[in-house]
């Protein structure tokens, strides 16, 4: 009964004498207040106000509404404050503030791994902000060029975040901090120096002075570091152990507990081994004393395995003479192994060889006839004992005629003939053989084999033998192979279509090109004429000569991301647009690349940067920078000093020869700089221009 009087006595001394105020906010602004799982408000703001309590008389009434809707509600007097909030002229006029709260910084977010020092790096970026918040106003004053895409929540733009949509944000630092400590994103993040930094108040109506003196009151009474205290309960970064140290951790703890354990059970094993080893020395020197008794009845025992000796070298001789007989069928089944051993090494050598000619089945590195010339040296290789061999096939670059190839004592004959067979027809046999007799000696290669070389549906011709001495092993191994030969063809027909439509594709492109700026008409194909010409003057491969060309050909494709009345500009570029045009080698590495061709999109990526680190997009320095990049360098450098542009007339060889020494070490690679002019004054006539 006392206990309900004393709290009923507590209740009604709170009522009476604490004075209770209407606080407002905004429904959700985390992680200053917001509503939690059990729909419970909380926040920074709730734990100001309850510190605020504890220190004072004042008792808070928070009610959750639409911000402009709390606005109003203070503004006419219907509530008597409202949650944080910026000062402003307009603002002072109408509220009352308390002392400054917290100070808020508008900071850029963006992945670590990005390497990002200066908002004018941001220009490669797409940056994620809040439709309305006004600090993209002054983030585009620091960099125009940045390119922004805006979300309508908190929530929307950190998804974003973590889907990788995008790398880059802008947003208030203690509002960041919650959301990458949610989503586990912050020890991912980094920020650049403040956008904005303003401090935020609590405000109240114009009609509450005594409140306002009262809440400050409170604040000056709170302990020191108290709202530093609050803002860590709600943003303070958890402590990030990488799985790797865990284990290095559990591993250590692990080894160390081992150790110790196989130390305890050493000491007591070697404590045991001392007690049993002392007790195996008294009983070795009892036993000592009775081998003694017994060497004298070994004795016996030896003279009697004497005997049985004897009896066991008659037997020995006997078994000699076995062995000897055995040895003799060894040596014959050995001499049958190594036959059939130079029989598989035959074949493994005719294998590697197909293998090799596939490794060179490209549209441009083997011909027709060069592939007829490989197969029948293949062939004749693994069966040296057929004199005649053959292969008859349908021309595929010449529809209609057929292509010969045969041997047989002599050096091969490779002809292309105007004639066209029926492998399928019985009749086929005789024509094939009767065109062959015009390149032997006789009139038609007798004991031919003829096997067809097909693939599903088709039969692309014959492979013809000699089967004299050939076994029937062998003649299996021949059906193979032309099985195999038939999947060549099969392949290479598909490369050769497939090389002949990424051309295409390729000048399909460049054209585009042309079409959208002008002056890269003639600059692509002299790019890649100079490169390729440069190339093959430093005696490079031509599958690397190959993609110099097109990467020529297509380096500049990134320039239809860039206005055309920057490219086509009659003067100077401002900073702005420099950087505008700066884009086009990432933009043509990520078109390039999106089409298949990763290795001519590395080259095109690189194309402007530096041998002493100040190039573009990625500042890479000497041989960090892929040899075809720099090669490519030299020649766009080189068409770009020879042609004449509105704002500069071409330099001359002589003129451009001096300026590549010039730029030799710092723009150009020294090395290949002095190999371009040496070319240069050698072969002066292949890069002289028309006019």
Request: net charge negative; hydrophobic share 45%; charged share 30%.
């Amino acid at each position: 009964m006392k206990r309900a009087v004393a709290l009923f006595c507590l209740l009604f001394a709170t009522l009476c004498f604490c004075e209770q105020v209407r606080f407002v906010s905004g429904d959700f602004y985390p992680p200053f207040i917001y509503r939690n799982e059990r729909q419970e408000v909380v926040g920074i703001s709730v734990e100001i106000l309850k510190a605020i309590e504890k220190a004072s008389d004042l008792r808070f009434d928070v009610e959750l509404m639409p911000f402009s809707e709390a606005l109003k509600f203070v503004e006419t007097g219907q509530a008597d404050m409202i949650n944080l909030i910026f000062k402003t002229p307009e603002r002072e006029k109408i509220f009352l503030f308390s002392k400054p709260i917290l100070k808020i910084q508008s900071l850029v977010w963006l992945r670590k791994e990005l390497k990002v020092k200066d908002f004018k790096d941001l220009s490669a970026f797409v940056v994620g902000v809040i439709e309305g918040d006004a600090n993209e106003i002054l983030l585009r004053q620091k960099n125009p060029s940045i390119m922004f895409k805006r979300f309508e929540s908190f929530e929307q733009l950190i998804q974003a975040v973590e889907n990788r949509e995008i790398d880059a944000f802008l947003m208030e630092d203690l509002t960041a901090s919650y959301y990458l400590i949610k989503h586990d994103l912050y020890h991912l993040f980094e920020s650049l120096p403040p956008v904005s930094v303003e401090w935020a108040y609590f405000a109240f109506a114009r009609t509450k002075p005594q409140l306002v003196e009262k809440f400050n009151a409170a604040l000056d009474r709170l302990a020191k570091g108290e709202i530093e205290r609050i803002i860590n309960l709600f943003v303070k970064p958890r402590f990030f152990v990488p799985a790797w140290l865990w284990w290095v951790i559990l591993i250590g703890s692990v080894g160390t507990f081992s150790i110790f354990m196989v130390l305890i059970l050493i000491n007591k094993r070697l404590e045991r081994l001392v007690t049993l080893r002392t007790e195996e020395l008294r009983k070795k020197n009892e036993e000592l004393q009775a081998s003694y008794e017994e060497i004298e009845a070994m004795n016996q025992e030896l003279q009697a395995a004497n005997q049985e000796l004897d009896a066991m070298n008659q037997e020995l001789r006997a078994t000699n003479e076995e062995l000897g007989t055995m040895n003799q069928e060894l040596m014959n089944l050995n001499k049958q192994l190594e036959e059939k051993t130079k029989e598989a090494e035959r074949f493994q050598k005719g294998f590697q060889d197909v293998l090799d000619l596939t490794n060179r089945l490209t549209f441009e590195t083997i011909q027709e006839k060069e592939f007829l010339l490989s197969v029948l040296k293949t062939f004749k290789d693994y069966l040296p004992a057929s004199r005649t061999a053959g292969v008859v096939l349908r021309s595929v670059s010449e529809p209609g005629r057929t292509l010969v190839c045969f041997t047989n004592e002599k050096d091969p004959v490779i002809q292309r003939i105007d004639e066209s067979f029926d492998f399928t027809s019985e009749s086929a046999r005789a024509e094939i053989l009767k065109t062959l007799a015009q390149f032997c000696a006789k009139k038609e290669p007798s004991g031919a084999e003829f096997v067809p070389i097909t693939s599903q549906d088709t039969v692309h011709g014959v492979l013809l033998y000699s089967s004299e001495g050939v076994s029937a092993v062998e003649k299996q191994y021949v059906e193979k192979f032309a099985r195999f030969i038939a999947t060549l063809l099969s392949l290479r027909s598909y490369m050769r279509e497939q090389g002949i439509f990424q051309k295409r594709l390729l000048s399909v492109v460049v054209k585009a090109l042309e079409y959208y700026d002008y002056y890269t008409r003639g600059h692509s194909e002299n790019v890649a004429r100079y490169a390729s010409l440069f190339a093959e003057s430093l005696g490079l491969d031509r599958s690397i000569i190959r993609r110099l060309f097109w990467a020529g050909m297509v380096h500049d494709v990134g320039k239809i991301f860039v206005p055309q009345q920057i490219l086509s500009k009659n003067g100077l570029l401002s900073v702005e647009e420099y950087e505008l045009v700066k884009i086009h080698p990432v933009k043509s590495f990520e078109l390039l690349n999106e089409a298949g061709l990763e290795e001519i999109a590395k080259i095109a990526r690189h194309h402007h940067e530096r041998y002493d680190g100040k190039g573009y997009p990625d500042g890479l320095m000497a041989d960090a920078i892929p040899f075809e990049s720099r090669i490519l360098a030299v020649a766009d450098a080189f068409d770009a000093m020879t042609t004449n542009r509105p704002y500069k007339r071409a330099m001359t060889l002589e003129e451009a020869i001096l300026e590549i020494e010039r730029c030799s070490g710092s723009q150009f690679d020294p090395h290949l700089a002095e190999a371009f002019v040496k070319l240069l004054r050698e072969k002066s006539g292949l890069f002289l221009k028309k006019g």
